[in-house]
């Protein structure tokens, strides 16, 4: 299977987005201005800043020429994995519930952090256990996950959570500590820790490496 | 002719704002007692054609409707 990683003016982590695919699959990295997605079979808009953040995070980048075709891709069931800033511009986009606003300590915080997984039947965590925890870091100053009261109840009882931060980790102040949300349909997942970064024992742990693998898991399923 | 146009944008009613807290925090120790309520926001101006599309600027760009209220302002 093949991935395509996007790269927006700003973004940083596409490179190690690349790597971490690779480990599964093959990997493309697809230019902003292009609309051609080239047949790749899922895609991940990874972490940076992009188009610098200005006026809100993500807020630019939806509109770029090549959101539109991930948009139509989404909209066809293609997996989409949004990371970190990439979180963001899938929100912003309206492809994910809910928005990300400023870290409650107004710090950018560079950590590993604990994640539990909440549901292990899905595109994303199926390489999972269910109550499985994820040692994956994190790195952020805008990464308050935030949805109004309806909304939330909504996104909870559909089981969109995927990801909380285990216990005393939620160091952003997200809502019911919410850490990655899926879609409605559960083809489109974001997460503001990067498991990207997680995926090589010299780093520290490996358990990123899981969500990539279960996004190839379910392509491969599917082909 | 093209117009002045003020867009106010806040941090929904309810919504944490860090931002406004720390700023509310700070006043007072620079000895401005009796500030409360602060809250931080984003002004854009921009010189429009027609005026009565900015709502519709707010909307899909300048403002997420989801966690902040826009005012419009002609000056």
Redesign the interface.
Known sequence: MRFGVLRFPGTCDEVDAQLACERVGEATILWHGDRDLQGVDAVVVPGGFSYGDY??VG?IAR?APIMESVIQFAREGGPVLGICNGFQVLC?AGLLP??L??????RFVCRQVDLVVEHADTVFTNACEQGERLSIPAKHTTG?W???HE?HERVEANGQVLLRYAPGENFN?SLADVAGVRNEAGNVFGLMPHPEHAVDPLTGSVDGLKLFQSIANHVGAHV | MSRRVRVLVRPKAG??D??GQ?VERALPALGFEGVANVHVGRLIELDVEDASRVGEMCEK??A?P??EDYEIVEA
Not at chain 1, 101 to 106: A, D, E, V
Request: glycine fraction near 6%.
């Open positions: 006026l809100r807020a509109f912003e809910g928005a606003l400023p870290n409650r300590t107004l308050c935030y949805a109004p909304l102040g | 919504i944490l860090p931002q720390a760009l300048l997420n989801l966690i």
